[in-house]
DNA sequence: CGTCACTTTGAGGCTAGTCAACGGCGGTGG
DNA sequence: CCACCGCCGTTGACTAGCCTCAAAGTGACG
């Protein structure tokens, strides 16, 4: 757990300790900080397996930025099966795929205990008026998470996807060697369109060729040159990776 | 053909007449013409299956906007196979996926004589801080796309991924019952994550039923609620469809 | 100690991909 | 004018990867 969980109600002058703005000043190099703190709600919100962020449909009130653990965005089809569209970590915007249609198009939920910030679409929108490089930002981010979907989007097999899955998860979580996903293997699969005993045969593979070695919820890679070797095919493992080979 | 491909040398004036504008006043109800006409370059491009607009890893130097014809942006993987990320119709904003790391992440060719004009990244980046609508129709259009792209990532069987395509293209094109395609099966396919034989015997399978009858490219549909049926579970038809459901 | 959620393993089936072959159509050149 | 060629669409037979169903093992927690 890498931020406490906490109900926080003074959240307020926290903000200058939010991980969120380190992360989007170490990930942009600009200091949007202040600009963030004037729309960002400093209620700050826990949620454990509780009810949703919000829900399919709703009309999108806020965007909203992770301050600590790991958010899931889903949508359920008609027999009540859940896909898993997207896992948001400190620093990541929720809710951008909305924006173009003012209604949030899946549910968003907790996957650890988690704190997130509320930025109101409308103080949003007059912000990014004023401060040309915050609608930047959002904009890059709402760009990465498009070329980031497209990769995801083609027919790879279940090896390359999951190394892909591990690489980029290694990246965003910025572990070392050992890798603790905050997620288990059935989110897993529903987010990789795998079963979830595809995915555990798969690791299991992996494990037998001595790629990596599987712990209780935490994998440690032993040889990510082979798994980059996959997960390649897929294109885009992070924005960091993808800058280094443009350059 | 809904525009004549010829190049145009003179096209700045033409800008009034780009069916382009008239496509985004339609869309948005807003009127950015104006703001456009001042970052697009009217070098007007004509291709056909000439050179690529742009290539993967290039540095993106601008946002192209599609004025008449089909383009596509695809990728080509390390055997030589190519996968369609896109198809871009008149209106349509090409490159959006890359204004977050600054490359292009895909190739860009006309998949029928098309023709595009130019916006420079410097110069719309610029317009957008003084024309908030423009950075506000940017920004939207991008999540559009991101939501496009999140809900075509699902694994839907080949049926759906087709009746889901189908009518999204009536949609985009504005076809009465009859719809002229500008790609080919394997294009299709390739967008699709299908082989060709899938979607020829899809479609023929569709003929069969009576859903639709299939012409030398042309398609008219016959019984689109029943297609909307098995798209429904992809989730998003298109902007309309999708803000009709939401209301 | 029992429950529950998650992971693991096995057996079998189905969707869609692959391989191969053919028909139609348009262009090209003899 | 017609033979040839290449591309696209079509159809059939076979294959493979992954899903489904079933069941047992594991650890957390009351």
Redesign the pocket.
């Known amino acids: 757990m890498p931020f406490d969980a906490t109900p926080n109600t003074r959240a307020h002058t926290d903000c200058l300790l939010c991980p969120v703005t380190s992360c989007m000043a170490r990930r942009n190099g600009g200091d949007h900080a202040q600009a963030w703190s004037e729309v960002l709600a400093p209620r700050t919100a826990v949620m454990p397996g509780a009810s949703p962020l919000f829900n399919t449909g709703d009309r999108q009130q806020a965007v909203y930025t992770v301050r600590g653990g790991c958010i899931k965005t889903y949508t359920v089809d008609a027999d009540g099966n859940e896909r898993i569209r997207g896992f948001f970590l400190p620093g990541d915007l929720i809710g951008l795929d909305g924006l173009g249609c003012g209604v949030h198009l899946s549910n968003a939920a907790a996957v650890t205990a988690s704190q997130v910030c509320v930025a109101p679409v409308g103080g949003l929108r007059t912000l990014m008026q004023s401060q040309p490089a915050l609608a930047q930002r959002v904009l890059e981010q709402t760009s990465r998470e498009l070329a980031h979907a497209l990769a995801m989007s083609g ?7 999951l190394a892909a899955f591990l690489l980029n998860m290694r990246d965003r979580l910025g572990a070392g060697g050992t890798l603790r996903l905050p ?7 529903s987010y ?13 593979s992996f494990e037998r060729r001595g790629w990596l070695s ?1 712990g ?2 935490s994998i440690r890679l032993l040889n990510e040159p082979k798994l980059g070797e996959l997960a390649e095919a897929v294109g885009i493992v992070s924005g960091k990776t993808e800058l280094a080979r443009a350059a």
């Not at 990789?192 to 299991?204: F, P």
């Open positions: 027919d790879f097999s279940a090896e390359q996807r997620m288990g293997q059935r989110d897993i699969g990789l369109r795998l079963a979830t005993e595809t995915v555990c045969r798969t690791l299991k599987l209780d919820r």
